[in-house]
């Protein structure tokens, strides 16, 4: 299940990009290459989380029981990239992210649930949920800095809903 939606306003879209600070971490490796810092909930934020919240409980019928309290901003700027992984570890069930701008060229955010690759709409705004199991990647950027939040469930996050057979 692959689930995207734009949720997000354009000016909600900059009073989150109004939170980057300068103590962002940049990650360079063979696969990757972008600045990240993490935003906590907190009164000025616990908005943005909330929305997220609703979104997922909604599309995907799971219930959040416990809201994990950080996202990832990440930055692009031009030639940064995120190569082919998957975000399968720290018992991660689910990813949750929003595209932040569109003033950008490159970035696209390609995933790989079967032999035929998905390109999310690139338009600010866009929300997205994914199972953290498939493949995906962020292409170079090529002109501009694309900007984007990642959140995490955790199995302890999240609960199944079921019926009761009896």
């Known amino acids: 299940m692959i689930y995207q939606q734009s949720i997000f306003t354009i000016d909600e879209c900059n009073t989150i990009i109004d939170l980057i600070k300068t ?13 990240s810092l993490l935003i906590l909930k907190d009164t000025d934020t616990n908005w943005i989380f909330e929305k997220l919240k609703n979104f997922f409980e909604i599309k995907t019928g799971i219930s959040i029981i416990e809201i994990r309290p950080e996202l990832h901003f990440h930055i692009y700027e031009p030639n940064d990239y ?8 720290d018992s991660r069930v689910f ?3 929003v595209l932040l701008n569109d003033n950008f060229d490159g970035g696209d955010f390609l995933l790989y649930p079967t032999d035929k690759n998905i390109i999310l709409d690139k338009s600010a705004g866009n929300s997205y949920i994914f199972p953290v199991s498939i493949k995906h990647e962020v292409t170079k950027i090529t002109k501009g800095n694309r900007y984007s939040l990642i959140w995490f469930l955790k199995n302890t996050n999240i609960k199944f809903n079921s019926k009761s057979i009896i």
């Open 95 to 97: 990813s949750v992210g």
């Open 82 to 89: 995120f190569g082919i992984h998957d975000d399968n570890m």
């Open 23 to 35: 103590d962002n971490r940049y990650w360079n490796s063979d696969d990757r290459n972008y600045k």
